[in-house]
T-cell receptor, first 113, second 113 residues
Framework: NAGVTQTPKFRVLKTGQSMTLLCAQD?????MYWYRQDPGMGLRLIHY???????AKGEVPDGYNVSRLKKQNFLLGLESAAPSQTSVYFC????????????FGPGTRLTVT | AQSVAQPEDQVNVAEGNPLTVKCTYS??????LFWYVQYPNRGLQFLLK??????LVKGSYGFEAEFNKSQTSFHLKKPSALVSDSALYFC???????????FGKGTRLSVIA
């Protein structure tokens, strides 16, 4: 099993450009999550999904959109990138079971200039 | 609302000495508590969790954590630190519902030879 994979690993955008980050998992997990990690801020939840076709807002959803058209994929979109969105983005997935741990991808380092 | 506090940004310990990384939490209902470790330029790796049962939980790489309900704490411990334990450690909590994990800001552990 590859676990949780993220594409791309690195990206540099100019302010106002758009892009989509792809997360894929092969563990048949129902739940998927997008976090951002910034120095001194820990991990903050952007959006999450509890199943195919569903999405919900997390702690810091502004400026991002998501889609979960297939169970194994969770896409994070930036429509108009801003320097404040410079961060490392992590995707995670888990089973729909209370107490089950989340599995994380390797991350995408995004720089917006 | 759920919350996690990791009161120390940095913990320094000599190799071979015991280590403790502190975590306190706030949650309504029964807590589900997790520790993750992050090595440089990597995603988060699951270390251990407390769901129910024994207050002392054993996990990967010789780590353990003690759940203390009265002090609402879940401190991570290891009897003898290794230089290779140097990393960023995150505590996380969720309640019994289908809510995503809430992470602390992280504690950087530095083990000095």
């Amino acid at each position: 099993n590859a676990g949780v994979t993220q594409t791309p690993k690195f990206r540099v955008l100019k302010t106002g450009q758009s892009m989509t980050l792809l997360c894929a998992q092969d563990m048949n997990h129902e739940y998927m999550y997008w976090y951002r990690q910034d120095p001194g801020m820990g991990l903050r939840l952007i959006h999450y999904s509890v199943g195919e076709g569903t999405t919900a807002k997390g702690e810091v959803p502004d400026g991002y959109n998501v889609s979960r058209l297939k169970k194994q994929n969770f896409l994070l979109g930036l429509e108009s990138a801003a320097p404040s969105q410079t961060s490392v983005y992590f995707c995670a997935s888990s089973l729909n079971r209370v107490g089950y741990e989340q599995y994380f991808g390797p991350g995408t380092r995004l720089t917006v200039t | 609302a759920q919350s996690v506090a990791q009161p120390e940004d940095q913990v320094n310990v000599a190799e071979g000495n015991p280590l403790t990384v502190k975590c306190t939490y706030s949650v309504s209902g029964n807590p589900y508590l997790f520790w993750y470790v992050q090595y440089p330029n990597r995603g988060l790796q699951f270390l251990l969790k407390y769901i129910t049962g024994d207050n002392l939980v054993k996990g990967s790489y010789g780590f353990e954590a003690e759940f203390n309900k009265s002090q609402t704490s879940f401190h991570l411990k290891k009897p003898s630190a290794l230089v290779s334990d140097s990393a960023l450690y995150f505590c996380a909590v969720r309640d019994g519902g289908n809510t995503p994990l809430v992470f602390g800001k992280g504690t950087r552990l530095s083990v000095i030879a």
